[in-house]
């Protein structure tokens, strides 16, 4: 079956383009308008893939990425951001609300399909079925769930895949040309400052449970996961 993509963008002739090159590439794409849309069009299958306009009318894209992240219905769900903001700061505002990549128009179709294959490459990636425990803090890569004690930690794709290879790599330090080749999959459009992007959004998800001490800077050389703090 072909994986399913969410188009949410209000310029009819984007949409139209995007969905056409989709199709090329043996995707599903299916069209919202605005946010409203992109809700019924959830509620009627879950798409693979969610590419999000920034500006949309009535709730913009990065208000609409931080809501998605805190449904568990769809915080799972792979997110670019599609927008004419090419500035680095605006790039980051928009991996902080919780896109997964980031691409500025004008686009060609084939760097834009390019992206959506990386990004859902890293998502469908996982190690082998294991729990991983370390002073309380539990990674299940079976069912793709993070634990403190009774209490689930949500977190976005990108943070679980990034928490996952540093458990599974304690005390060794990587640096950021490094995790973004393990986690990322070596993705030349991604930049290294994503990196750090999502290691503060790590760490701003494990600190109500005292978990956030565990991702450590390693000034000059990278960052590293360690229960010695």
Do not use: C
């Not at 969610?50 to 805190?70: H, N, T």
């Not at 990004?119 to 539990?138: F, K, N, P, T, W």
């Not at 999502?198 to 991702?215: A, E, V």
């Amino acid at each position: 079956m072909n994986r399913q993509i969410l188009i949410v963008e209000d310029e009819p002739a984007i949409r139209e383009m995007v969905a056409f090159a989709l199709r090329r590439s043996n995707f599903e794409p299916v069209e919202a308008a605005d946010t409203r849309e992109a809700e019924q069009a959830i509620m009627r299958k879950v798409p693979d893939l969610i590419l999000l306009d920034w500006m949309l009318p009535g709730m913009s894209g990065i208000e609409y990425a931080r809501r998605l992240r805190k449904e568990e219905l769809t915080r799972d769900i792979p997110v670019i951001m599609l927008t004419a903001r090419s500035a680095e700061d605006d790039r980051v505002l928009g991996l902080d609300a919780g896109a997964d990549d980031y691409v500025v128009k004008p686009f060609s179709n084939r760097e834009l399909v390019a992206r959506i294959k990386a990004v859902i490459r890293r998502s469908s990636a996982h190690g082998d079925a294991e729990r991983i425990q370390m002073d309380g803090l539990v990674l299940d890569t079976a069912s793709h769930r993070v634990s403190a004690g009774d209490k689930s930690i949500n977190l976005g794709p990108t943070e679980y895949r990034l928490l996952s290879f540093l458990m599974h790599h304690p005390e060794r330090v990587y640096s950021r040309g490094q995790l973004l080749d393990h986690v990322w999959g070596g993705n030349v459009y991604v930049e290294e400052r994503t990196v750090d992007v999502h290691i503060r959004r790590l760490r701003k998800t494990l600190h109500p449970h005292g978990y956030d001490k565990f991702i450590q800077t390693v000034r000059g050389a990278g960052y590293r996961f360690s229960t010695s703090v």
